[in-house]
């Protein structure tokens, strides 16, 4: 990939112990995120992503590996590093109530992360505040209601702003929009494309819904059981997808027509994923697959 990754994840595995036993939730991951990139993280529920997003965030710490912010290593940084760093890079999950402090008005939630990191005078904050809300869409006049007054689309705005008021260089969108209804998830989906643009920021955008990752993002990295099976621009995962079960996530959202190609359907077999001595292969330029 690119140089100067704003984030990278180096050979990084990640075992919750339960009281079922240890849970292998990631194996050996590695991607990095180029500045002013979209890296997309796909695949289905439980394959992964969202623990990454926690790592990524240094919200937890991986058993083995490193996850690096700008080449710092969350897991060796500091207290004092770590704020630093947690004020450059921020987060939109997907569900956008539970991360808006439902007692505080709107304006209030905004201005919050701003008064926590201690930037600004009262009228600076508040002023900052309600240009970043009007520039998400929610109007000044709307800012003195709570969260619970507003629908989850407008919600998940809120929350955006909230996010993006302190102006970070990374921000983790773990699915944004899978709460939503399809026409709200266009807008929401366009809003963060005009923002990252604007305000040139780098992401990693988590879905299960290649879809949606084709529209959002510069480079995708594909999750089957804590894995990464194949990782590629956008445009080269589309248009020459290697992997069977990238395969199967593409002709789940984009069903095939005419004469194209069979899939190799159920000819793989997930088990075989568990198999360590497979590896990970250059196909083309950029294009690695786990074969
Ligand atoms: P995704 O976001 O792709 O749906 P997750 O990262 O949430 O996947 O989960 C990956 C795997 O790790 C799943 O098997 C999940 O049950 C497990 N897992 C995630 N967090 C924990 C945890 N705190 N304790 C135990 N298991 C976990
Ligand atoms: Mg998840």
């Given amino acids: 990939m690119a140089a100067d990754p704003v984030v990278s994840v180096d050979a990084v595995s990640k075992v919750f112990a339960t009281r079922a036993g240890p849970v292998h939730a990631l194996r050996d991951v590695s ?15 439980g394959s992964g992503k969202s623990t990454i997003a926690r790592l990524v965030l240094g919200l937890e710490r991986p058993t083995t590996g490193a996850v690096r912010f700008e080449s710092v290593d969350l897991s060796a940084a500091g207290r004092a590093a770590r704020k630093r760093m947690r004020r450059r890079m ?49 109007g000044a006049a709307s800012a003195g209601f709570y969260p619970r007054q507003f629908s989850g689309g407008q919600q998940q705005r809120i929350a955006i702003a909230r996010a993006l008021v302190l102006e970070p260089e990374f921000l983790v969108c773990d699915e944004p929009t899978s709460s939503l209804d399809v026409s709200v998830q266009a807008q929401i989906l366009g809003l963060l494309q005009g923002l990252q643009r604007d305000l040139g920021l780098t992401c990693l955008f988590v879905s299960h819904n290649l879809a949606v990752i084709e529209r959002m993002a510069t480079e995708v990295v594909v999750m089957c059981g804590g894995r990464v099976v194949e990782s590629a621009s956008t445009e080269e995962l589309f248009a020459h997808p290697a992997h069977p079960y990238t395969r199967r996530l593409l002709a789940a959202v984009l069903p095939l027509e005419g004469d194209a190609p069979p899939l190799p359907a159920d000819d793989w077999d997930p088990a075989s994923l568990d198999d360590d001595e497979r590896e990970v292969v250059r196909i083309s330029p950029g294009h690695y697959l786990r074969a």
């Fill in 90 to 138: 921020q987060m939109v999950f997907q569900d956008p109530y539970s991360s808006l402090l439902p007692h505080l008005t709107v304006l209030s939630n905004v201005v919050e992360p701003l008064r926590l990191h201690g930037i600004g005078t009262v009228a600076q904050r508040r002023e900052r505040a309600t240009q970043m809300l009007v520039r998400v869409g929610i």
């Fill in 31 to 45: 991607f990095s995120v180029p500045r002013g990139h979209t890296l997309g993280l796909v695949g289905e529920s």
